[in-house]
């Protein structure tokens, strides 16, 4: 019964153009979270971007995703973010290996107020040229 409510409620949410159920989890500020392979897309057709390796120092030299700006995520801090990229409108592009911490990153950049963030999952995925 519960469930159905709650999809009820979602519809009824999505029909009005609110917010959907998906786009706050546990209170977290939202974000989009695409497949590699769409926000690759995205990025070729975006001319105003930053992209972000949110994985260690050591993977990151190992080899990334060109043009990539490492941001690790255990050590990302909003005072730190906030200084290097000051424009939080501007669209934000973020990676790691798998997806994990790229999600975990996308959710603080979003709950420190940056309003375009896109979560592409991880390199591991990725089939493009990779830079060292």
């Not at 917010?19 to 590699?36: I, R």
């Not at 973010?81 to 975990?104: A, H």
Request: proline share 4%; aromatic share 8%.
């Amino acid at each position: 019964m519960i469930k159905r409510i709650m999809t009820a409620l979602c519809l009824c949410m999505a029909l009005f153009g609110l917010p959907s159920c998906d786009a706050k989890k546990n209170g977290a500020a939202a974000y989009t979270s695409v497949p590699m392979a769409e926000g690759i897309r995205m990025m070729a057709a975006d001319t105003d971007f930053v992209l972000l390796d949110v994985r260690r120092p050591d993977e990151y030299a190992a080899g990334r995703i060109p043009g990539a700006v490492l941001c690790t995520n255990e050590d990302m801090t909003k005072e730190d973010m906030l200084s290097r990229f000051s424009d939080t409108e501007q669209t934000l592009y973020v990676y790691c290996r798998s997806g994990r911490r790229s999600k975990e990153a996308s959710g603080k950049l979003a709950s420190w107020g940056y309003t375009d963030v896109v979560e592409i999952g991880g390199i591991n995925s990725y089939t493009g040229p990779i830079e060292r």
